[in-house]
């Protein structure tokens, strides 16, 4: 990013084309250079924006969000071509585009082809750079094109930290154009590649400290949460402990009623007892009998 901002201010390119945008990070470098540098630069940025194997596929929330900021800060000298890279080429002139930044597909077969393709449609002594020359895993394929490169374009120099980045200039370029700090021999070079590499890790370490920062403040929105699901939970405790606090103390109402049921019982019980084995009850019952007799008597008749 620190030399996406310095190198388009060097070149100070008429046009300028990313193909590869994927959330904009490099490309509004070049933008925001552009904005601050005073340049007429005409800037394109060329993606499907689906995603591929390497940057994994992915919906129209990426577009979204990379347009939004597009149109809001950068339309005025900027486009967005959302197509395929071979499709874009036929919408520029041959030697026309005098900075280019490849950053597609990273296989070699893709790399290879996307600098072919482009190579017709860019200036005399045009500057090109390669995103990810220092990356040898998941068929990853820059590094080898880059080696390549390097044997017929003598003028280039490669940042290694990070991902890599490969930096070189066309053999046509014209003499007030040619590029001192990408010569072999240039004393610059080295200076810059330290000077650079040293802002890309301090970019990176503010990334870093940026992304840990969300984290932080994610679990602390975790954290919060749980304690007011924990909060509902024990109120949720709390009422249940009161309906079975209430539950017991009607049990031990309907213990009492029964209990208090059970001796009127008993007390009715005793009494009937106490009525039969009573000495009325003895004198009474021949009577009692008789007036039983009679009645049979009566009905038999």
Known sequence: ?????????????????????????????????????GLSTKCYAVDTWQGDEHAGKYGDEIFAKVN????????????LLRTTFDDAATYFNGESIQLLHIDGLHTYEAVRHDFETWLPKLAPGAVVLFHDTNVR????????????????????????????LGVLQLNNAPAAHKLVWLKSNSLEKQKLISYFASLGSRQLEHFQLNELKHQVAHLNQAVTDRDGQIASLNQAVTDRD??????????????G?????????TDRDNQVRALICS???????????????????????
Not at 244 to 253: H, R
Not at 257 to 265: G, K, P, R
Not at 289 to 299: C, D, E, P, V, Y
Request: proline content about 3%; charged content about 15%; overall charge negative.
């Open 279 to 301: 000495t009325s009850w003895r004198i009474t019952a021949p009577v009692s009998n008789i007036g039983t007799w009679l009645r049979r008597g009566i009905g038999l008749k």
């Open 68 to 79: 939004a900021n597009h149109q809001e800060t950068y339309a005025e000298f900027s486009r």
């Open 257 to 265: 009623q029964i209990a208090s049921l059970n001796q009127a019982v």
């Open 1 to 37: 990013m620190p030399f996406a901002a310095w190198v388009i201010q060097e070149v100070s390119p008429k046009i300028f084309v990313e193909l590869g945008t994927h959330t904009g990070n490099s490309y509004f470098s070049f933008c925001q250079s552009v904005v601050e540098a």
């Open 137 to 164: 895993e998941r068929n990853f394929g820059v590094w080898k094109l880059w080696e390549e490169l390097q044997a017929c374009y003598p003028n280039n120099l490669e940042f290694v930290h990070s991902h890599g």
């Open 242 to 255: 009161g309906q079975i606090a209430s539950l017991n103390q009607a049990v031990t109402d309907r213990d």
